[in-house]
């Protein structure tokens, strides 16, 4: 079994995900009639158009092709659906005490800008259309309904050495390796154009070459792998994770000799020098890369008293649970709460009228 990917709790994309998601969590509280600017409810709180269209923007932004009018309207309801959602735990944080704090609203704002200058954090706050009050609000609502979740959810899971034993019993055979595992994380960087890549992107060949040779200068210097990754590799999908690639079967590794003799002689903790990247279909150079081995997983059984077997299996355990659980404390909180959805009643009237 994999060990788990490196943390991305310091990453700012996934921060900026998060606060995405706490958008969701904004509702204005006034007490005017429900006019037409108000989509829903939640126990009398407003849900108003104007918030759901704050995140239907955010969500679209980096959108080739303009949604459909039926599109678009699904978007909206999904994220309306969520704000109520949202909604219910906010009201749910204040009747138990678990608003989060000042105190722990700024703890979180400095470890999620560690990683980053004043201009780089700015600067992405600004390509979400996000002010700094804004994302210290809706950080202060993600951090509520963790907190909310934490407590009536997650601290009651309890996950026992004979649930781990049976499951270990039950998929034998996903222990079994049939040939060694690397576990990678690598900083790339191309000439090639692409729009989701900001930070320093690489134009052309040269500036390529000179990016990785600063990204390379960087790391022989003494920072941290993971931390670079997120400030300047090009492959958005593990840039966020710290350049983590998870692991790589070695037959895989085999398929680039030059890397895989370059990778083959690490050590856990160590990086390669500056590696040529080619295009498999046109085998031309598509870039640079430079690759740090995490572990290195023999083939073979691998036995339940091996704590790595344990730990993966609790985590795996922990998590099915979790995900099970907040689904039904979702469901049980939403039918206790009074919800009025005057969007999806638009919709269907709207329906009626079609011919």
Known sequence: MQPERASNSRRLTAALCIIVAGLMAGVACSNKQVGSDVMATVNGRKITRTEVQKFYDNQIADSPQKPSAEQADSLRLNILNQL???????????????????????????????????????????????????????????????????????????????????????????????????????????????PQVRNMKAQNEAEARKKIQMVSNRLDSGEDFATVAMNYSEQPETAQNGGDLGFVPESSLKQDKAAYEAISKLKPGQYTGILLVGDPNSHQAFGYRIVKLLSKEAAGQRELKDPRVQQAIREQLRDRREQLLKAAYYETTRDQARVENYFAEDLLKQAGTTK
């Open 84 to 194: 109520i959602n949202n909604e219910i735990l906010m009201q749910r944080a204040e009747k138990l005490g678990l608003l989060a704090t000042d105190e722990e609203v700024t703890a979180k704002l400095t470890e999620i800008k560690a990683p980053f200058t004043q201009q780089q954090f700015d600067e992405r706050l600004k390509e979400r259309a996000i002010t700094l009050d804004d994302f210290k609000r809706d950080l202060r609502r993600s951090l509520t309904i963790d907190k909310v979740l934490n407590k009536e959810v997650t601290s009651k899971i309890d996950i026992t050495d004979n649930d781990i034993t049976s499951y270990y019993n039950d998929h034998k055979a996903e222990f079994n390796l049939i040939e060694p595992q690397y576990h990678l994380a690598q900083i790339l960087v191309t000439a090639q154009p692409n």
